[in-house]
């Protein structure tokens, strides 16, 4: 059992940035793939990001690749979502998820086993 932690959301003019943290407690951290998902008004929960055990490797959905920035910090028991170059579009609740089994590679919310409670994200134009 891994219990996840979002913050960092707020309220950013067009072009700003932000950073996301997900603290987890519980289970070894390191043993967890780590995934960003987010979820705007009347829309479906979709994928952002996503990282590897010892974050050697990561993922991006094309509508945030080249802007977003996903990493991890295995001795704080940390994920973390660098946001560059927000967007309007980028306004959502923002979600992390931990993933157990054998591949990091998941782009599904039905693939990650633990979830925070999100934190919103809110870009002005």
């Known amino acids: 059992q891994v219990q996840l932690v979002e913050s960092g959301g707020g309220l950013v003019q067009a072009g700003g940035s932000l950073r996301l943290s997900c603290a987890a407690s519980?289970?070894?951290?390191?043993?967890?793939?780590m995934g960003w998902f987010r979820q705007a008004p009347g829309k479906q929960r979709e994928f952002v990001a996503a990282?590897?055990?010892?974050?050697?490797?990561?993922i991006y959905a094309d509508s945030v690749k080249g802007r977003f920035t996903i990493s991890r910090d295995n001795a704080k028991n940390t994920v973390y979502l660098q946001m560059n170059s927000l967007k309007p579009e980028d306004t959502a609740v923002y979600y992390c998820?931990?993933?157990?089994?054998?591949?990091?590679?998941?782009?599904?919310?039905?693939?990650?086993?633990?979830w925070g409670q999100g934190t919103q994200v809110t870009v002005s134009s």
């Open positions: 519980g289970r070894t951290f390191s043993s967890y793939a």
């Open positions: 990282i590897s055990w010892r974050g050697s490797s990561t």
């Open positions: 998820a931990a993933r157990t089994g054998s591949s990091w590679h998941a782009f599904r919310d039905y693939e990650y086993d633990y």
